[in-house]
T-cell receptor
Framework: AQTVTQSQPEMSVQEAETVTLSCTYDTSESDYYLFWYKQPPSRQMILVIRQEAYKQQNATENRFSVNFQKAAKSFSLKISDSQLGDAAMYFCAYRGYGNKLVFGAGTILRVKS | GAVVSQHPSWVICKSGTSVKIECRSLDFQATTMFWYRQFPKQSLMLMATSNEGSKATYEQGVEKDKFLINHASLTLSTLTVTSAHPEDSSFYIC???????????FGQGTRLTVV
């Protein structure tokens, strides 16, 4: 079975600074997708960024980028120029052949002004 | 992205009663819907997967007679918590996707409190 591990229960970042959230996963599948979701206090799940495993190029969405290391099974999220609105719970997720999302435990991100 | 609407946003019910939560895809036909449960400050745990017109597939440890899932149309799935007890109090989230290997979109969740 696939597993997703987020080893940082909480992280803090100063406004306008950069922060990196860690995620590792375990799988024997060769074709899969990785995601980062944001869950603000409203608890609405918001897709931040997606990476297809067959793509070597790291995905980027504005201030959000990933460092995808397939051999190491690592998928970290970098948030640049952090804003107060980035404060949320962030979940790393995996989707493979079973087409079900497997979530990590989550990382609470606090942004200090 | 597509819109998935979940109703109600919150509900309080008495122990022993049943409560129904609806999940609707508003602007696309959802062939598959997923139901999750989330405890405070914890991750989302998949409860079941439902495909339109067929019986739901439940994850290990989830009581199918307790959590009844119906996916009668391409835009609506319902989760009924039967004979609710305080330990069923939780945040329930649905997601829906158009077809396999496409992105799933999430509803806003339902906070259930059983008193």
């Amino acid at each position: 079975a696939q597993t997703v591990t987020q080893s940082q229960p909480e992280m803090s970042v100063q406004e306008a600074e950069t922060v990196t959230l860690s995620c590792t996963y375990d799988t024997s599948e060769s074709d899969y997708y990785l995601f980062w979701y944001k869950q603000p206090p409203s608890r609405q799940m918001i897709l931040v960024i997606r990476q297809e495993a067959y793509k070597q190029q790291n995905a980027t969405e504005n201030r959000f980028s990933v460092n995808f290391q397939k051999a190491a099974k690592s998928f970290s999220l970098k948030i640049s120029d952090s804003q107060l609105g980035d404060a949320a719970m962030y979940f790393c997720a995996y989707r493979g052949y079973g087409n079900k999302l497997v979530f990590g435990a989550g990382t609470i991100l606090r942004v200090k002004s | 992205g597509a819109v998935v609407s979940q109703h109600p946003s919150w509900v309080i019910c008495k122990s022993g009663t049943s409560v129904k939560i609806e999940c609707r895809s508003l602007d696309f036909q959802a062939t598959t819907m997923f139901w999750y449960r989330q405890f405070p400050k914890q991750s989302l745990m998949l409860m079941a997967t439902s495909n339109e017109g067929s019986k739901a597939t439940y994850e290990q440890g989830v009581e199918k007679d307790k959590f009844l899932i119906n996916h009668a149309s391409l835009t609506l799935s319902t989760l009924t918590v039967t004979s609710a007890h305080p330990e069923d109090s939780s945040f329930y989230i649905c997601s829906a996707r158009f077809k396999q290997n496409t992105e799933a979109f999430f509803g806003q969740g339902t906070r259930l409190t059983v008193v």
